[in-house]
């Protein structure tokens, strides 16, 4: 069965922590892998990724694959309360399927 | 643009009824996207579309039909409501089929629909 699994559920950090999140997946004729950022709405959208080893950055916020292991990393570094949100991975396959794992839940402590 | 725009923004309904959710996109995109969240299961695919007159299932598509009938819109019935049916409802629509390299694959997605069945 095609699955996107995230970890940890939650996570509660103090402002100016490292955060890392991960994400595993197990998916038929996989093409991408996607984070999201959702706070009191819709997701937004935060990386893309089709290749290993590949880091894609934005500010604080990064993101590796590993298409070997099946697996995805998105790292937030020196924390702020407006990270605060549940961060999820959704994985494209298919026929443009797009898959999401539960999410993680961050929360900042100021 | 106004982008994804979903109706209605809230609504609640008694088990049994029937209700229609339109998702409408002025971007002239191809896919559309349904799904429901749920508190601690993420986002849930429903169903889908890759094109006008098509649709297809998701992970979970009982209790629920969809139509494509024009590009822009993408409608989600509920034919006879019930309380497992209590959730948020999302709609998502992307440009088309990406190619490799060919930019980030931005999922773009309405607001929210908060439906409660008693």
């Known amino acids: 069965e095609d699955k996107v699994v995230q970890s940890p559920l939650s996570l509660v950090v103090h402002e100016g922590d490292t955060v890392t999140l991960n994400c595993s997946y197990e998916v038929t004729n996989f093409r991408s892998l996607l984070w999201y950022k959702q706070e009191k709405k819709a997701p937004t959208f935060l990386f893309m990724l089709?290749?290993?080893?590949i880091e894609k950055k934005s500010g604080r916020l990064s993101s590796i694959l590993d298409k070997k292991e099946l697996f995805s990393i998105l790292n937030i570094t020196a924390t702020q309360t407006g990270d605060s949100a549940v961060y999820l991975c959704?994985?494209?396959?298919?026929?443009?399927?797009?898959?999401f794992g539960t999410g993680t839940r961050l929360t900042i402590i100021p | 643009n106004a982008g994804v725009t979903q109706t209605p923004k809230f609504r609640v309904l008694k088990t049994g009824q029937s209700m229609t959710l339109l998702c409408a996109q002025d971007m002239n995109h191809e896919y559309m996207y349904w799904y429901r969240q749920d508190p601690g299961m993420g986002l849930r695919l429903i169903h889908y579309?890759?094109?006008?007159?098509?649709?297809a299932k998701g992970e979970v598509p009982d209790g629920y039909n969809v139509s494509r009938l024009k590009k822009q819109n993408f409608l989600l019935g509920l034919e006879s409501a019930a309380p497992s049916q209590t959730s948020v409802y999302f709609c998502a629509s992307i440009p088309g089929r990406r190619t490799p390299g060919q930019g980030p694959y931005e999922q773009y997605f309405g607001p929210g629909t908060r439906l409660t069945v008693t």
């Open positions: 579309s890759v094109g006008e007159g098509t649709t």
């Open positions: 089709t290749s290993s080893g």
């Open positions: 959704a994985v494209v396959w298919g026929n443009e399927k797009l898959t």
